[in-house]
């Protein structure tokens, strides 16, 4: 069993930067992949991004958010992170972080991941 707590979420101006965390708890955290995904209202989730259970492992992200958005993980203090950048409109939704416990590396598909958070709203004003 894994439990995941995301915090870090809010109201920001678009151009703006946002750090969403995502503290681990209940399995040996340097043992599995994590990811980010979003939902925004009314629409599906969709994947953000992920990072390979290693401390600056490789890191994959959607086109939507690559070049703005930075994965990374400190496996000593069983988080991930999120760093947002240059936000838009667009990027409002509630974010999740996801544990694949079965993986060292996973990507887009809700499938992969096993764990889930509750969420936390981000929201970006024009």
């Known amino acids: 069993q894994v439990q995941l707590l995301e915090s870090g979420g809010g109201l920001v101006q678009a151009g703006g930067s946002l750090r969403l965390s995502c503290a681990a708890s209940g399995r040996t955290f340097s043992s599995y992949a994590m990811g980010w995904f979003r939902q925004a209202p009314g629409k599906e989730r969709e994947f953000v991004g992920s990072?390979?259970?290693?401390?600056?492992?490789?890191?994959y992200y959607a086109d939507s958010v690559k070049g703005r958005f930075t994965i990374s993980r400190d496996n000593a203090k069983n988080t991930v992170y999120l760093q947002m950048n240059s936000l838009k409109p667009e990027d409002t939704a509630v974010y999740y972080c996801?544990?694949?416990?079965?993986?060292?590396?996973?990507?887009?598909?809700?499938?992969?991941?096993?764990?889930w958070g509750q969420g936390t709203q981000v929201t970006v004003s024009s």
């Open positions: 990072i390979s259970r290693w401390s600056g492992g490789s890191t």
């Open positions: 996801a544990a694949a416990v079965s993986r060292g590396v996973a990507g887009a598909s809700v499938w992969e991941y096993d764990y």
